[in-house]
């Protein structure tokens, strides 16, 4: 129980300092999802430009930092994927293009969606995802807390698997001075604040 408190009160701490950023005239935050990660040497994100809480839009800069020197500031290694973000409403699929290295906003049709309570869920323990079936021209990842199969045009068919991978989010403080230089890492998508 202590334990569990000691690590609640430092990831708290962790995420104050780097919202703290946000207000000083030294130094900033950026989130994004990442798209290329290289141990101890740097890292690519593709920022949130979005102002409502829990509702991000990935489709600003494409951002690249070198990493912080110390392990302990950088957090557990991302995922990394070329899937930005997807629109359940408008039937889309925002993707980084490994061509273009430009953001591109794909319209799919949606097959099926099941929500899944967590990565213990049977439909998805043990899984490995995007899943891509060629005889069928669907695409089933794991995103946004739910099991999602949809249909690319013809003409996005030919996209490699990874670019259906959703990378994690993450946030990133910085000094002004050496604005590429990353001061603290924060993978948002691997860090539970609850201490469960």
Not at 34 to 50: G, H, L, Q, R, Y
């Amino acid at each position: 129980m202590m334990k569990t408190k000691i690590l609640l009160l430092s990831l708290l701490a962790l995420t104050f300092a780097l919202s703290a950023c946000i207000s000083t005239t030294d130094g900033g935050v950026v989130q994004g999802r990442c798209v290329a990660f290289e141990p101890e040497k740097s890292m690519t994100i593709v920022a949130d430009t979005s102002k409502v809480r829990n509702s991000p839009n990935y489709n600003g800069a494409i951002l690249t930092y070198k990493l912080p020197a110390e392990a302990k500031e950088v957090g557990p290694r991302p995922a990394v994927g070329g899937c930005l973000q997807i629109d359940l409403v408008k039937s889309t699929v925002t993707i980084l293009d490994p061509a273009t290295k430009t953001i591109k906003e794909i319209a799919v049709k949606v097959s099926a969606k099941e929500p899944v309570a967590n990565a213990r869920d049977p439909k998805v323990a043990g899984k490995t995802f995007p899943v891509v079936d060629k005889e069928k021209k669907t695409v089933t990842v794991y995103a946004q807390k739910m099991l999602i199969t949809f249909r690319p045009s013809e003409d996005d068919q030919e996209y490699p698997a990874e670019v259906w991978q959703m990378g994690d989010e993450m946030r990133v403080a910085f000094f002004n001075q050496d604005k590429g230089q990353a001061t603290r890492v924060m993978n948002v998508s691997k860090t539970d604040i609850t201490g469960h």
